[in-house]
């Protein structure tokens, strides 16, 4: 199991050599070593004699030095953990907006601060890169063939990263702009 800091999120990745009645794995998070929460989900291969290698990422990484270790679970609920891995993520913001939040089917992003080419990163709330584009100062993301929920927007500017948790929603009960 490895976790490896990135200019915007935490890389998580590991194999495994065969895997017997595997349901799902578990990446957790710490910020002291001892209180864990739950950052990814990924199904396992049941049972299978050849290796396996398995990718997720930690979209909103703890500023600072983390904790990460992997959960195992078998369909019995049986379960073991890796070894801990400890991270330093340096985040560097950048000064993106999203409006309005929550959306109905559209939205805008924007980022005047400069000229640059902003790519932008959608996630679901499980964690699955949905969507990759890239602007400049503005644009608007077409997003009615995805079902209500909450998303994650990460925009990465010149290695400055930020973050926007959005909510899609058929009947938005305000709109608000996101800063």
Not at 3 to 20: C, R, Y
Not at 116 to 123: C, D, E, G, P, V
Request: charged share 20%; aromatic share 12%.
């Amino acid at each position: 199991f490895n976790a490896n800091p990135t200019t915007s999120e935490v890389d998580l990745n590991w194999a495994t050599a065969s895997e017997t009645n595997n349901n799902y794995f578990t990446v957790e998070r710490s910020a002291n070593g001892t209180d864990w929460t739950n950052v990814a989900q990924v199904n396992g291969a049941g049972t299978s004699t050849s290796q396996k290698n398995y990718q997720t990422f930690d979209i909103k990484p703890l500023n600072g030095t983390s904790y990460y270790r992997l959960k195992q679970t078998d369909f019995d609920g049986n379960y073991t953990y890796s070894n801990d891995v400890a991270v330093n993520f340096e985040e560097k913001t950048t000064a993106a907006s999203v409006y309005p939040n929550p959306f109905n089917d559209d939205f805008s992003i924007t980022d005047f601060s400069d000229n640059s080419t902003h790519q932008i990163k959608i996630y679901n709330a499980q964690g699955n890169n949905i969507y990759v584009d890239e602007f400049k100062n503005e644009k608007q993301i077409h997003m009615s063939s995805f079902p209500d929920g909450i998303y994650f927007i990460k925009v990465v500017t010149n290695n400055k990263t930020r973050v926007i948790k959005i909510i899609k929603s058929k009947t938005p009960r305000t709109v608000a702009r996101s800063d």
